[in-house]
């Protein structure tokens, strides 16, 4: 089945730096990555998403890359706010005899002002 | 819009006792629902599909006489944690699946449960 791995599983950065999260997936069959903001107690946000026949996507500070050849998908935020603080997810879905979403581990964005 | 509702938000039983979740799709009909549950400070683990009018598709792993899921309708699925231990407290989150918005999922709000 599919495995997706995420690093780092923590990451702190200046307010105002980048921040980048790495995820690697196994099933060349998932066809669609989305990422997920979720903040403590709370539902998973989607931020941002990617399907296969595109290589990057961008909206205003959240940038997101794929290339499907290396099975490699990473989210880019610039500048940096405090409110960016929470754990991010990656994943990665596939619908072959039924739609399914595998996450990633998580990464701890923390924001310093 | 896309709006999933949980009920409830919370729950504390004691041990021994079920518990029935329920996800609803508010505004949109989800012919498939997700249950998943998520261990403090852990990732969302799948448990099952749910299908309208069909069994639940298990992971592996995943006690199906455990975790009884029904859905019943376009718009309801329920999870029913049966017999349940202290060690199945956790934060369960279901999501639902609408075809119009090509693969993404729109997620309840959680329901946190404590077995005493």
């Known amino acids: 089945g599919e495995n997706v791995e995420q690093h780092p599983s923590t990451l702190s950065v200046q307010e105002g730096d980048s921040a980048v999260i790495k995820c690697t997936y196994s099933?060349?069959?998932?066809?669609?990555f989305p990422w997920y903001k979720q903040e403590l107690g709370k539902r998973p946000q989607l931020i941002i998403d990617?399907?296969?026949?595109?290589g990057e996507k961008k909206d205003q500070r959240i940038a997101v890359t794929l290339n499907k050849t290396a099975k490699h998908f990473s989210l880019h935020i610039t500048e940096t706010q405090p409110e960016d603080s929470a754990v991010y997810f990656c994943a990665a879905s596939l619908n072959t005899g039924g739609f399914k979403t595998i996450f990633g581990a998580g990464t701890r964005l923390f924001v310093k002002a | 819009g896309a709006v999933v509702s949980q009920h409830p938000s919370w729950v504390i039983c004691k041990s021994g006792t079920s518990v029935k979740i329920e996800c609803r799709s508010l505004?949109?009909?989800?012919?498939?629902m997700f249950w998943y549950r998520q261990f403090p400070k852990q990732s969302l683990m799948l448990m099952a599909t749910?299908?309208?009018?069909?069994?639940?598709?298990?992971e592996q792993g995943v006690e199906k006489d455990k975790f009884l899921i029904n859905h019943a309708s376009l718009t309801l699925s329920t999870l029913t944690v049966t017999s349940a231990h202290p060690e199945d407290s956790s934060f369960y989150i279901c999501?639902?699946?609408?075809?119009?918005?090509?693969?993404?999922?729109?997620f309840g709000p959680g329901t946190r449960l404590t077995v005493l």
């Open positions: 749910s299908n309208e009018g069909s069994k639940a598709t298990y």
């Open positions: 999501s639902a699946f609408k075809r119009e918005s090509y693969n993404e999922q729109f």
């Open positions: 505004d949109f009909q989800a012919t498939t």
């Open positions: 099933d060349s069959a998932s066809n669609y």
């Open positions: 990617i399907r296969s026949n595109v």
